[in-house]
């Protein structure tokens, strides 16, 4: 029997505001804390486990859990997390000024040095953590120091950050299986089904033949590490090097179904940053799904690419097993862009023709596109809109979403854009705020006519996939059918139906997609880029 050792307090940060009326998909559980958790609880530490989603008194339990803990460790990306992180780890060292304070996650690992000087970190893990936070857990105990732990940057004795030896990023097989018993899932389905008026990020669209009135029971899971994309605009190559580790797809399939007798779950999202980059591991894993009578729904990120080059019985299978959705990232409409961001997508060729094998298969493809990258043209920004509208007429059920871009740090982009004028937040509480681009339209650097379109575009195809529920339904079907004019002409100017119909639900009282939209909001901006 293993002998119980000291706490360790493991905290995840809301990501996103609730001051604000907004709350995440509640099937994003908090994968990157039971991760690193696997080994001291194999070894025996008692580990307390905080979710801030879940947890509504999480900072009485993050205060009585830190008494007499050996130490307290949060994780975050960019985004709220940041500032709601920071908040909580503050308070903690307020309380408890000798207790080591750890970060992870992808934001802390390229901005690192902000943690420690500003006095919230003893040590920041850099990139893969599970065997870091072992050994700095051992350290702690101990008595070591953290600079004999490689993989971290840790407060010096005079308070400045010291880098330790490099860290090799390993395979699954170097690591236990998630501690499962920490987590308290039926709260998360409790929250996927609870009724409330949240504003819901980073929820997946329902199946399509998904039952009305099934309950939500939604599941995730980690199974790779890493990326092997070079895109300028995201952070990964930095912190991953382009590595990519996986867990084997039979291996994979037999520790999904464990969780699946374990949890009943009926759909399962992969919270990997590229899912499908191997063929044969996407056809090992959905072959086991379909010999256990494909139980569930599932869904991941593929690259455009990556399904253009799978066979076709190898999308056969990914439909047999019940995969439902898979996330795309187009990210650039015109090919000049795509070579920029050293995405390199065949946008006149393998993007339409990848769509239109998932959609034949009934799988539904949500996919993502930015504009307003540093130095992006004019004509380029337009031509992802045109392009997105397109795809968005073609594949009416499927979303095609346009973000504004964001300067990430860690990402060649970001030097790009500091290059060109952006100033970056300083402090931790101002880069939590820097990712709020849906609904703040004040700040995201783009041209005027530009945000017009973008925006008309936006609340076009709310009408058209029938996101907008609010009226009686032939006002509905008169808004789809002028929206599907609009998308195939690609004519969004003199948008009065919209106005019409805000005016309509106003004196309805009814809250929908256009109110969060604000049709025609054209505030002063200034680019922080050539456009």
Known sequence: ??????????????????????????DLLPLELLQIAGFPDQEGYEVVLI??????????????????ALLFASSCILGYQVTHGAQVASAVRQRFPELPIIWGGWFPSVVPETYINE?????????????????????VEAGESLESVPGLVVKGKDGSPVYTEHRAIVGFDKIPDVPWHLLDFEKYVELQNKPAGWKLRHKYMDPWDMEPGTVMRGFSYYSSYGCPEPCTFCCSPLVTNRRWKAIPGKLLADRIMECHERFDFNILRFQDANFGVHEKRSNEFCDELISHGSPFWWNGTYEIETIDRYKDESLDKMAESRFHMAALGAEAGSQEQQTQIKKEIDIEGALEKSLRRLNQRGIQTGL??????????????????EVAARIKHLFPQSPSDIFPFRPIPGTE???SAVELGYKPPTTLEDWGSCLEYKYEYDDIGLPLDVIKRWKRYGVTSTFYDNLATEGFAPILEAMKRISSWRLRSQNFTFPIEHKLFHMYVKVMGYRTQADVLQLDQTSGVTPHAPA
């Open 119 to 139: 006095g919230i970190a003893d040590a920041v893990a850099l990139g893969q953590g599970e065997l870091t936070f072992r050994d700095v857990v051992h350290a």
């Open 51 to 68: 979710d801030s989603m879940i947890h509504e008194d999480y900072m009485d339990r993050v205060m009585e859990a830190c008494d007499g």
């Open 1 to 26: 029997m293993i002998q119980q050792k000291k706490r360790l307090v493991l905290f995840l940060p809301h990501r996103a505001n609730p001051a604000q009326g907004v709350r995440v998909s509640a």
């Open 368 to 385: 993502s596109w930015i504009i307003g990258y540093p130095g992006e043209s004019l004509e380029s920004m337009n031509k992802t809109i």
């Open 413 to 415: 982009d970001f030097d």
